[in-house]
């Protein structure tokens, strides 16, 4: 019996007897190992050069018909909401109808009779539209302004009728306006958002470029998305941030803190300052976790050991 017990308390002695492996350790290693994750994810990557960068480094001189057109690009600046414009149901109004202060609104500069360049760039406008969860005229607003001083309402009506068709949903009819106007409002409006366009008697057409230009609720400009085809995901953040978080879900608004617009790419991409605040947080939470987890074994080692009888 005696030669039982004295092996049960070698046997005692020897667990007891065992390394511990300490917190820190394990803390060392994952706090490296999340340093390392963390350096990968904030590395730049290459970026295509994009077509507007390809366009400027073109030696060759622009037509006469295309100095002077061109976009400069205005943020911030406040429209002329007290301009008079006739909606395209022959209704006279004001820019100013159309921000009620809650929802931003999308101002495209186009007009009816154009060749080509405006009907390519409000199909691309609609099919990013329609690859949007959101609703015209619920979330936000579009008022598309003719740059035609000569177009009518009823031109302007088949326009939206058209464009309102291919949108398909015929609830957001009253979320569209199609204005038309005087050529000195037109032209305040244009210059107030820095859109430069120019009219060519021979032919006939007006000369512009392309842009969707987002605008908060009270009419400032937020943001613009050149090009004639619009990235749905691109559309709805400048949306969410133009509305100065009045509209977007709490997702929104926490991948912008993380993401900002990337003019070269033409999207948001990961903004590294808003990533290294979130991972600092995740870090600090995760580093707590594990030091309440080895604390937590470590005092029950300790409790475990102390309970025990002695030999």
Same mark, same amino acid.
């Given at each position: 019996?005696?030669?039982?017990?004295?092996?049960?308390?070698?046997?005692?002695?020897?667990r007891?007897?065992?390394?511990?492996?300490?917190?820190?350790?394990?803390?060392?290693?994952?706090f490296?190992?999340?340093?390392?994750f963390?350096?990968?994810?904030?590395?730049?990557?290459?970026?295509?050069l994009?077509?507007?960068?390809?366009?400027a480094?073109?030696?060759?001189?622009?037509?006469?018909e295309?100095?002077?057109?061109?976009?400069?690009?205005?943020?911030?600046?406040?429209?002329?909401?007290?301009?008079?414009?006739?909606?395209?149901?022959?209704?006279?109004?004001?820019?100013?109808?159309?921000?009620?202060?809650?929802?931003?609104?999308?101002?495209? %500069?186009?007009?009816?009779?154009?060749?080509?360049?405006?009907?390519? =760039?409000?199909?691309?406008?609609?099919?990013?539209?329609?690859?949007?969860? $959101?609703?015209?005229?619920?979330?936000?607003?579009?008022?598309?302004?003719?740059?035609?001083?000569?177009?009518?309402?009823?031109?302007?009506?088949?326009t939206?009728?058209?464009?309102?068709?291919?949108?398909?949903?015929? =609830?957001?009819?009253?979320? $569209?306006?199609?204005?038309?106007?005087?050529?000195?409002?037109i032209?305040?409006?244009?210059?107030?958002?820095?859109?430069?366009?120019?009219y060519?008697?021979a032919?006939?057409?007006?000369?512009?470029?392309?842009? %969707?230009?987002?605008?908060?609720?009270?009419?400032?400009?937020?943001?613009?998305?050149?090009?004639?085809?619009?990235?749905?995901?691109?559309?709805?953040?400048?949306?969410?941030?133009?509305?100065?978080?009045?509209?977007?879900?709490?997702l929104?608004?926490?991948?912008?803190?993380?993401?900002?617009?990337?003019?070269?790419?033409?999207?948001?991409?990961?903004?590294?300052?808003?990533?290294?605040?979130?991972?600092?947080?995740?870090?600090?939470?995760?580093?707590?976790?594990?030091?309440?987890?080895? $604390?937590?074994?470590e005092?029950?080692?300790?409790?475990?050991?102390?309970?025990?009888?002695?030999?």
């Amino acid at each position: 019996m005696r030669g039982d017990r004295g092996e049960r308390g070698e046997g005692r002695g020897k667990r007891e007897e065992r390394p511990v492996q300490r917190p820190s350790f394990f803390v060392h290693r994952f706090f490296v190992y999340f340093l390392f994750f963390l350096t990968c994810l904030l590395s730049p990557l290459p970026s295509p050069l994009s077509p507007l960068t390809a366009l400027a480094q073109r030696k060759e001189p622009l037509p006469p018909e295309l100095s002077g057109v061109g976009i400069t690009e205005l943020p911030g600046a406040r429209l002329p909401l007290e301009l008079p414009f006739v909606d395209s149901d022959g209704s006279k109004t004001t820019l100013g109808q159309f921000f009620d202060g809650l929802h931003p609104v999308i101002l495209t %500069l186009n007009y009816s009779d154009c060749p080509m360049l405006c009907s390519v =760039q409000i199909n691309g406008l609609v099919e990013a539209l329609r690859a949007m969860p $959101w609703n015209l005229g619920q979330q936000f607003q579009v008022v598309t302004m003719s740059i035609d001083p000569l177009e009518t309402p009823a031109r302007a009506a088949l326009t939206k009728e058209k464009y309102l068709k291919l949108y398909n949903r015929p =609830q957001s009819a009253a979320g $569209w306006h199609f204005l038309t106007g005087r050529e000195e409002n037109i032209k305040k409006l244009a210059a107030a958002v820095g859109f430069r366009y120019k009219y060519i008697p021979a032919s006939r057409q007006f000369v512009h470029a392309a842009a %969707l230009i987002l605008c908060t609720p009270d009419g400032r400009v937020s943001r613009y998305l050149g090009g004639v085809l619009y990235n749905p995901q691109t559309l709805r953040l400048s949306l969410v941030e133009a509305s100065q978080g009045k509209v977007g879900s709490t997702l929104d608004q926490f991948f912008l803190s993380c993401f900002h617009y990337d003019e070269k790419a033409g999207r948001y991409g990961p903004f590294a300052l808003g990533i290294m605040r979130v991972g600092g947080g995740l870090t600090v939470l995760v580093l707590g976790g594990v030091l309440a987890f080895f $604390w937590i074994c470590e005092g029950r080692q300790k409790t475990t050991g102390s309970g025990e009888p002695s030999p």
